[in-house]
């Protein structure tokens, strides 16, 4: 099964609108975290955004949120003021357990164009 | 701090040839790993390590061999290079918290 779910393989928003990007997961560890990379056309990795399992409140980055919903197993994306900027490839990566930090599952990821 | 840093940016291997990617990091963290991103997918993790001498397999390591002998340096070796392992690979690193993995700036591997 996939731990990582990203449905929306492409998104288009108009430059200064909000967008919300989905990802659900599937893990029964109660130890886990959730991130938001972006990638743009030049490849680099961008951290966005990390929420952990036991975290109360939703993360925030600039511009950046993260809709946590944990019964529903979802971790949605939320940036706000869109920017021409903004246009890139977006991926979720979910670490499971606290022992090791460094294994990521990622999901297939959305494309992501804003438009003037 | 320069971060993580990859070379070569670009490599063309012959089928069955090996080589070796290299890692390292400045930033004295222990846990490093290696993931391979094919086109319009996500990463996936080909080995992983959580200190010195310390290594492990991830999701696809078959055709790949590592070593951590040093916090500073992670090399990832393709033992005989096969067409499907033409990919973009990155190198990541944290510390133990694993809030902040930061990644290289990826090597692209193509295999003819």
């Known amino acids: 099964a996939q731990k990582i779910t990203q449905t929306q393989p492409g998104m288009f928003v108009q430059e200064k609108e909000a967008v919300t990007l989905d990802c659900t997961y599937d893990?029964?560890?109660?130890?886990?975290?959730l991130f938001w990379y972006k990638q743009p056309s030049s490849g680099e990795m961008i951290f966005l955004i990390y929420?952990?399992?036991?975290?109360?409140q939703n993360a925030t980055e600039g511009r950046y949120s993260l809709n946590f919903q944990k019964a529903r197993k979802s971790a949605n994306l939320v940036i706000s003021a869109s920017q021409l900027g903004d246009s890139a490839m977006y991926f979720c990566?979910?670490?499971?357990?606290?022992?090791?930090?460094?294994?990521?599952?990622f999901g297939a990821g959305t494309i992501l164009r804003v438009k003037s | 701090n320069a971060g993580v840093t990859q070379t070569p940016k670009f490599q063309v291997l012959k089928t069955g040839q090996s080589m070796t990617l290299q890692c390292a990091q400045d930033?004295?963290?222990?846990?490093m790993s290696w993931y391979r991103q094919d086109p319009g997918m996500g990463l996936r993790l080909i080995h992983y390590?959580?200190?010195?001498?310390?290594?492990d397999q991830g999701e696809v390591p078959n055709g790949y061999n590592v070593s951590r002998s040093t916090t500073e340096d992670f090399p990832l070796r393709l033992l005989s290079a096969a067409p499907s392992q033409t990919s973009v690979y990155f190198c990541?690193?944290?510390?133990?918290?694993?809030?902040?993995?930061?990644f290289g700036p990826g090597t692209r591997l193509t295999v003819t």
């Open positions: 990541a690193s944290s510390d133990e918290t694993g809030v902040e993995q930061y």
């Open positions: 893990t029964s560890d109660p130890s886990y975290g």
């Open positions: 929420q952990g399992s036991y975290d109360q």
């Open positions: 990566a979910m670490r499971e357990g606290s022992k090791y930090g460094n294994k990521l599952v």
């Open positions: 930033m004295n963290h222990e846990y």
């Open positions: 390590s959580v200190g010195a001498g310390i290594t």
